[in-house]
């Protein structure tokens, strides 16, 4: 299958600091990327569509400002958390499809302290 | 009624058993659905992956999909210690170039 990349694997940070993750397709460009937020036991939650050469679209209850998510390249996009709070604490997990399936990065775990 | 289901489990079996894990979901517009299995702390890796109605195998693992039951299936055959995760089953209308709708996840371990 296709190979998705994230970096860092793992951070942890100072409230009110702002973290980025990036997320790469390693084989194959991606026009369309998605961001997604795990928290302990539970299912993914998807928080945005990242689109290269435009405006990621934020699924609701998602802060944009807080957020942000940039897609330069047709193989890179990354996601700031700006300000980050202890309740950002969580596993994020980027994904993107070459063709109908998706495949899903190794994920980053944020630790706000 | 969320848009798909899936019992959470936890399910435990032993080693060599085969095990059922299912997934029913209301929008009938689904087409592409997808198995993933995820260990923990990692992200999830894709399994099976079939479009519209039909079985597919790999290996030990076969997807089954019924549309007209809205209801979906992964069966894993021999079932091994390494498989112990959780399945996640994913379904979209447009193929994976499209947001998926989850599953909660069916946490499995599998007992030596």
């Known amino acids: 299958g296709a190979v998705v990349s994230q970096h860092p694997s793992w951070v942890i940070c100072k409230s009110g600091t702002s973290v980025k993750i990036e997320c790469r397709s390693l084989d194959f460009q991606a026009t369309t990327m998605f961001w997604y937020r795990q928290f302990p036991k539970q299912s993914l939650m998807l928080m945005a569509t990242?689109?290269?050469?435009?405006?990621?679209?934020?699924e609701q209850g998602v802060e944009k400002d807080k957020f942000l998510i940039n897609h330069a390249s047709l193989t890179l996009s990354t996601l700031t958390v700006t300000s980050a709070h202890p309740e950002d604490s969580s596993f994020y997990i980027c994904s993107a499809a070459p063709g109908n399936e998706q495949f899903f990065g190794p994920g980053t775990r944020l630790t706000v302290l | 009624q969320k848009e798909v289901e899936q019992d959470p489990g936890p399910l435990s079996v032993p080693e060599g058993a085969i095990v059922s894990l299912n997934c029913t979901y209301s929008n009938s517009a689904f087409q592409y659905f997808m198995w993933y299995r995820q260990y923990s702390r990692k992200g999830p890796e894709l399994l099976m992956y079939?479009?519209?109605?039909g079985n597919k195998e790999d290996g030990r693992f076969t997807a089954q999909v019924d549309k007209s039951s809205k209801y979906i299936s992964l069966f894993i055959r021999d079932s091994q210690p390494s498989d112990s995760a959780t399945y996640l089953c994913?379904?979209?209308?447009?193929?994976?170039?499209?947001?998926?709708?989850f599953g909660k996840g069916t946490k499995l371990t599998v007992n030596p």
């Open positions: 079939t479009y519209s109605s």
């Open positions: 994913a379904m979209s209308v447009q193929g994976g170039s499209e947001k998926l709708v």
């Open positions: 990242s689109n290269e050469g435009s405006k990621a679209t934020y």
